[in-house]
């Protein structure tokens, strides 16, 4: 089973505001991102295939796609692949924002 990883700013204090990240923030930021592309259905193939629909920022990492999915003002990655990591973490970065766990 592979470890999801959240991008959040939940941990940041900002007087009694919840901090979130915005989809039109993570619009901007990825569009200015060569290596990103964005799209509204994110389709898993195998024996059989699914599509799920969202928002999604298709990191692309060789011949591998993988997706960064915004939902409710955080971003998800899967860790399956280890050369997330460091991406996940300069996203982060970029975003002033944390990494979690789960």
Known sequence: MSQRYRITR???ENGNSV?????EECKRY???KPDFSYTSVFTV???TSMSIEGDFFMW??????I??????GDIYVSGTNEAVI?????????LMA?????
């Open 19 to 23: 901090q979130t990240i915005s989809l």
């Open 67 to 72: 997706p960064f999915r915004h939902y409710q």
């Open 86 to 94: 460091p991406k996940m973490i300069e996203v982060a970065g970029e």
């Open 45 to 47: 193939a195998g024996s």
């Open 10 to 12: 939940a941990f940041q």
């Open 98 to 102: 944390d990494v979690v766990e789960g």
């Open 60 to 65: 692309s990492y060789g011949d591998i796609k």
């Open 30 to 32: 990825f569009t200015s």
